[in-house]
């Protein structure tokens, strides 16, 4: 079976760094990706990353170790907007279904 | 280009009844994904199909659920005799090829309440 860990919740200010960590466990690997939601919208898609290393787009970066099974998103430069949940998932031991994280909720504070 | 759409958005039933949720993939996918939401969890996959194919239905419930992608017209998820606990978020989301390193492109959900 697959099961990711997440923190539930993170509290940061405006402007600031924040980092949310995910841990996997799976039988097959492919890849992590990153999904952000608003208020039960729609998950929107934020990065992919198959191989070891950082991805950067823009104020969002991912990082990921395959080895440790771990990964990270990395906000830069927080914004008010930025509050919301993110969900980190897996493609891999089984096809293309994505399991997810239980969500970390976002909280930017003034 | 038009994103996923999802129809309805909001659908109300009385337990017993049957709820039809509708999944218009993006243009040029071929390969949808439903995914079920309750409330303060992640996304579970259901249901992943191609045109007139299931692929993998691996995390649909054994009754009551089924799932089709015709030839012509959008993914249909029906959920029979409905209970209180089918009362969730349903997304669907679509890719182009199926490969393992497509995006899953999500749709706005519907949300289901079973009275």
């Known amino acids: 079976g697959q099961s990711l860990e997440q923190p539930s919740e993170v509290t940061a200010v405006e402007g600031a760094i924040v980092q949310i960590n995910c841990t996997y466990q799976?039988?097959?690997?492919?890849?992590l990706s990153w999904y952000q939601q608003h208020d039960g919208g729609a998950p929107t898609f934020l990065s992919y990353?198959?191989?070891?290393g950082l991805e950067e787009t823009g104020r969002f970066s991912s990082f990921l170790s395959r080895s440790d099974s771990y990964g990270y998103l990395l906000l830069q430069e927080l914004q008010m907007k930025d509050s919301a949940s993110y969900f980190c998932?897996?493609?891999?031991?089984?096809?293309?279904?994505?399991?997810f994280g239980t969500g970390t909720q976002l909280k930017v504070e003034l | 280009n038009a994103g996923v759409m999802q129809n309805p958005r909001h659908l109300v039933r009385r337990r017993g009844q049957e709820a039809r949720l509708r999944c218009s993939p993006m243009?040029?996918?071929?390969?949808v994904y439903w995914y079920r939401q309750l409330p303060e969890e992640g996304l579970k996959f259901m249901v992943y199909?191609?045109?007139?194919?299931?692929?993998?239905e691996s995390g649909m419930p054994k009754e009551r659920f089924s799932a089709e992608f015709p030839k012509e017209g959008p993914s249909i998820l029906r959920i029979q005799q409905v209970v209180r606990g089918d009362s969730a978020a349903y997304f669907c989301?679509?890719?182009?090829?199926?490969?393992?390193?497509?995006?899953?492109?999500f749709g706005p959900g519907t949300r289901l309440t079973v009275l």
């Open positions: 989301a679509s890719s182009p090829q199926g490969a393992s390193t497509d995006t899953q492109y």
């Open positions: 799976t039988s097959g690997f492919y890849g």
């Open positions: 990353n198959a191989l070891d």
């Open positions: 998932a897996v493609t891999g031991g089984g096809g293309n279904k994505l399991t």
């Open positions: 243009k040029g996918h071929s390969h």
């Open positions: 199909l191609q045109k007139e194919n299931i692929i993998d």
